[in-house]
């Protein structure tokens, strides 16, 4: 099963064989576009065809071979045609596009039958992204919340079995995404794009507006709520410019709505347990991308355990929908055990690589000790090994690394990536020593999608791994699933005590998070790194001094 996104942005492919996750990429990877393209109904046509081209070839198979294609938007559920294609923002054009996307397709892939494609409602997709991967069998209770899908914004259920009913939804125009989304554009940020500038900014902030709030953002009697789209923020304060320093008005503002978000889904996933009365609960969708709210729900929500997809934005509707379509063709789906499920690259490869680009190179005996050496000298490491995660999170295979310790680092590396000084950036820390650094958040955490207390004590020895309220969205890392990784770790504790090192994306301000060899050496060229770990091999920056 070939699952696609390609209406609105995260352009995505996954592949789904026998039931077993294959491969999954974003169309960004690829192309070197941040998000694929614009989110306007002009590019629905576009399709992530590099994606679905590796999926094919890691899968072995081609598109004469394939079963069924899942195309995550039905044009069906769309708002009603006015006939009109100008009408409504071009609605219908993203109408028409998706409703000719076995034409796009077939014209795509030479050897595809138009029969076998199908379209899959968005937050189903969004949903099945969930919980047909989540690591859990039996019964769970399930949320996705996004801007938009085809007229739904959220939707609640039950599964059992594999298969889902649906016991509440909100439909357009209220939408907790696209009330975000307002947001950062207020704030000066890129909208459908920035969200997560926002998050980090609403911590330097206090919730001075929120009773105001709570009276327009409401949870309905129905397990819906209110949340106008085109909501005046500017009634608070106007907006803001973004600069070196934050403006306090507009983190109070961010704060506000981070808060609101926070407080509504604690009463969306109280009202969904109350008719469900599941122990888990399993998310998607781009709201569940925000860490803060995810861990507010874990502490004071009602389910005992929570499990967020990883690629829980559009791009995750690609594999829900692939998985969804194998579900109900008669796979056993299997779940999903990682996120590394894109591009792969032998020795050879990545060797001809460097020989290509005619570095100096060596293929030290044990890699994980240089890089450690490196980090506790205070280097920074541009860390690419294995295949390309799946996902906005950079999860060990395609980091930067730096050590905790010294607290100038989170400046450095938003020097580096070129990203606000107001961004924090995360820890990875071996899983068996997590629960003695990090308290107060779920654990094992490997996907990086809450926030922790750092323990007493903790805070003063990794400070450059702690936020301005103190948090920090850790990482934990599995020996079993990530040796080379643990054995760093354990190489960098040896020397410094200290069992966290700074995992943060290996991408600059504006570029996705790099995919090949080359796509790394161009990085490593052009940013202040010091050590490149590229397979088994290592890259020194000549004349380096690190202090």
């Avoid at 590099?50 to 999926?55: D, G, K, L, N, V």
């Avoid at 469900?276 to 991308?289: E, F, K, N, Q, W």
């Avoid at 906005?392 to 400046?411: K, M, Q, V, Y």
């Amino acid at each position: 099963m070939l699952g696609i996104n390609a209406v609105f942005h995260d352009p995505a492919a996954a592949i789904v064989v026998d039931g077993r996750i294959v491969a999954a990429a974003e169309e960004e990877r690829f192309s070197r576009r941040k998000h694929g393209k614009q989110a306007v109904p002009f590019s629905t046509w576009e399709l992530p065809e590099r994606a679905i081209r590796f999926c094919l070839e890691r899968a072995g198979l081609r598109p004469e071979d394939l079963d069924a294609v899942a195309y995550s938007y039905d044009p069906a559920l769309a708002p009603p045609s006015t006939g009109d294609l100008t009408g409504d923002a071009w609605e219908g054009l993203r109408t028409l596009y998706a409703e000719r996307a076995d034409r796009f397709l077939t014209t795509a892939l030479p050897g595809l039958s138009a029969d076998v494609v199908r379209h899959v409602p968005h937050h189903v997709a969004h949903a099945a992204s969930a919980y047909l991967a989540a690591p859990y069998d039996g019964t769970c209770s399930v949320m996705t919340l996004d801007g938009r899908g085809e007229r739904q914004t959220f939707l609640a259920g039950r599964v059992r079995d594999g298969d889902l009913e649906v016991l509440a939804s909100q439909e357009l125009p209220h939408s907790l995404g696209l009330l975000y989304e307002a947001l950062t554009e207020h704030l000066g940020f890129l909208r459908s794009s920035d969200e997560y500038k926002v998050m980090a900014m609403a911590s330097y902030g206090e919730p001075r507006w929120i009773e105001q709030l709570r009276e327009d953002v409401r949870v309905t009697d129905d397990g819906g709520f209110t949340a106008p789209e085109d909501y005046d923020f500017s009634r608070f304060v106007p907006r803001w410019t973004p600069g070196d320093e934050i403006s306090r008005p507009h983190a109070d503002l961010a704060a506000t709505v981070q808060t609101r978000l926070e407080e509504v889904l604690l009463d969306l996933a109280n009202r969904l347990h109350e008719r469900t009365g599941d122990r888990r609960l399993v998310m998607a969708g781009g709201i569940a991308l925000n860490c803060v709210a995810n861990s507010r729900l874990w502490r004071e929500g009602p389910f005992e355990e929570i499990w967020v997809q990883p690629a829980a934005g559009d791009a995750g509707t690609a594999l829900g929908g692939a998985l969804h379509l194998a579900h109900q063709l008669g796979d056993r789906v299997q779940p999903m055990t990682t996120a590394a499920l894109g591009s792969d690259f032998d020795d050879a490869s990545i060797e001809a690589a460097l020989r290509h680009a005619r570095v100096a190179y060596e293929r030290p005996d044990d890699l994980a000790e240089v890089v450690a050496e490196t980090l506790a000298a205070n280097g920074i490491v541009a860390w690419f090994q294995g295949a390309a995660e799946f996902g906005p999170r950079a999860l060990g295979h395609r980091s930067l690394l730096c050590s905790p310790i010294d607290p100038e680092n989170t400046e450095r590396l938003n020097v580096v990536k070129g990203r606000e000084q107001f961004r924090p950036v995360a820890p990875m820390v071996h899983l068996d020593r997590a629960a003695e650094v990090f308290t107060d958040g779920p654990l094992p955490s490997p996907y990086m999608l809450f926030t922790h207390t750092v323990h007493n004590g903790w805070a003063e020895r990794i400070p450059a791994a702690v936020h301005v309220d103190k948090s920090a969205r850790a990482q934990t890392v599995d020996p079993v699933t990530e040796p080379l990784v643990a054995r760093m770790l354990a190489a960098f504790e040896a020397r410094t005590g200290v069992p966290v090192v700074i995992n943060t994306s290996l991408n600059t301000a504006g570029r996705p998070i790099v995919d090949s060899p080359q796509d790394v050496l161009e990085c490593f060229g052009s940013a202040p790194i010091d050590l490149l770990a590229i397979g088994p091999f290592v890259v020194r920056r000549p004349d380096v001094v690190v202090a």
